[in-house]
C-alpha cells in the first residue's frame, strides 16, 4: 500500500522556524518527484515547492523562495519542507505529494499520491 505520512506541523510564532518532513512507504521508489502544496481555510491549494529524484531541480513559488528549503533523503525516502521566517500568511495546511515518472510541476493534478496533511499555524 502507497502511502506518505507528513509530520513536523505546528503552532508558532511569526519569525519561527519548522522543518516538515513527508515519508513515503509502499511502492513508492525513490526516482519519484516530491513537492508540497499548502491550502489556508477558504483558499484553493497551492503550489509550495518541488524536488527532482537527485535534488538537482528544485521549484519554489514566488512567495516562498526566499524563505523555504526544500531537500530529500532517498535512503530514508523522506521529503523535507524548512520553512524560516515565518509569516502568519504561512498558516495553513500542507500537503506532501509525488510523481510517480519524476517529473516537477506545479501543478496538483499531475501528483500521483497525496499525504493526510500537517497544520502549521503561525501566530502574530
Known amino acids: 500500500q502507497e502511502q506518505l505520512v507528513e509530520s513536523g506541523g505546528g503552532l508558532v510564532q511569526a519569525g519561527g522556524s519548522l522543518r516538515l518532513s513527508c515519508a513515503a512507504s509502499?511502492?513508492?521508489?525513490?526516482?519519484?518527484?516530491g513537492a508540497w502544496f499548502r491550502q489556508a481555510p477558504g483558499k484553493e491549494r497551492e503550489f509550495v515547492a518541488a524536488?527532482?529524484?537527485?535534488?538537482?531541480?528544485?521549484n519554489y513559488a514566488d512567495s516562498v523562495k526566499d524563505r523555504f528549503t526544500i531537500a530529500r533523503d532517498n535512503a530514508k525516502n523522506t521529503v523535507y519542507l524548512q520553512i524560516d521566517s515565518l509569516k502568519p500568511e504561512d498558516t495553513a495546511v500542507y500537503y506532501c505529494?509525488?510523481?510517480?515518472?519524476?517529473?516537477?510541476?506545479?501543478?496538483?493534478?499531475?501528483?500521483?499520491?497525496w499525504g493526510q496533511g500537517t497544520q502549521v499555524t503561525v501566530s502574530s
Open positions: 505529494a509525488v510523481n510517480l515518472f519524476g517529473v516537477v510541476t506545479t501543478e496538483p493534478k499531475s501528483y500521483h499520491y
Open positions: 524536488i527532482n529524484w537527485s535534488g538537482g531541480t528544485r
Open positions: 509502499g511502492r513508492i521508489i525513490s526516482s519519484y518527484a
